[in-house]
């Protein structure tokens, strides 16, 4: 909201405490991503929107210049936190854990991974992604969310650990749905293909054409790469200036 808007907007009060959470929202969220260091992180491989062309000119970008979520998305992230932190503190004080938000490297894949725990599990070592949902969509879950999944494929393919607890919270009753997956490479592959292909990419400077995901307008206004996306003949690998 601009400046103007928020002075004659009829709920200032309103209007001045969102812009002040909202900046810290961005704040916390940057202080956030500097633990994670320089490195591309394999969370940003499973978006069910992913984009290659983003993903490829986005890596190229000094990490201060890169594009950061929207408040209300940083806002939910806050909210998930506490409920990490809850089975967190459970994983060290019953003594399950064998590392909690550590980073692991893949040097293959120049990339990096953090799982919420990886923990001693029915004996045998296992990654723990940790889910909070609304009670609509929690109600409805059968199976692990894919979101989840995928995240802990490719966390148990760089850290080499055989299986994964993907541990769903409900937000509004804290009832909890545990899954219990083992590590497949099959479903790994289509998330390792995806960052050799970006890895391709920016070795050999060039941009590549990918299903072009923002058909409408509103969408490709919301996108800084729209320009080198919709205004360019891209029918084959073009070269980056």
Known sequence: MTIKKM???????????????????????????????????????????????????????????????????????????????????????TGMAESIEQQYYSELLDMTATPDAILKFMRTRTIAEIKSMNGFEFGKLTAPPKNA???AQIYMYVTATPQALIIVEDKNFQDLKVYLIEFNLTDALEYIRRRRVIMRCLKYNVIPVSKRLCQTKTDRKKCKYNEPCWNSDLTELGVLK
């Open 7 to 93: 002075l004659t907007s009829s709920n200032l009060p309103q209007n001045i405490y969102e812009q002040k959470f909202h900046d810290w929202l961005k704040e916390w969220s940057k202080k956030k991503d500097a633990g994670r260091g320089g490195h591309f992180h394999a969370s940003s491989l499973i978006d069910k929107n992913f984009c290659l062309m983003k993903a490829v000119l986005e890596e190229r970008l000094p990490a201060k210049q890169r594009d950061g979520f929207p408040p209300k998305t940083l806002s939910t992230f806050k909210v998930g936190i506490y409920v990490h932190d809850k089975h967190q503190e459970f994983y060290k004080e």
């Open 149 to 151: 999944y995928a995240q």
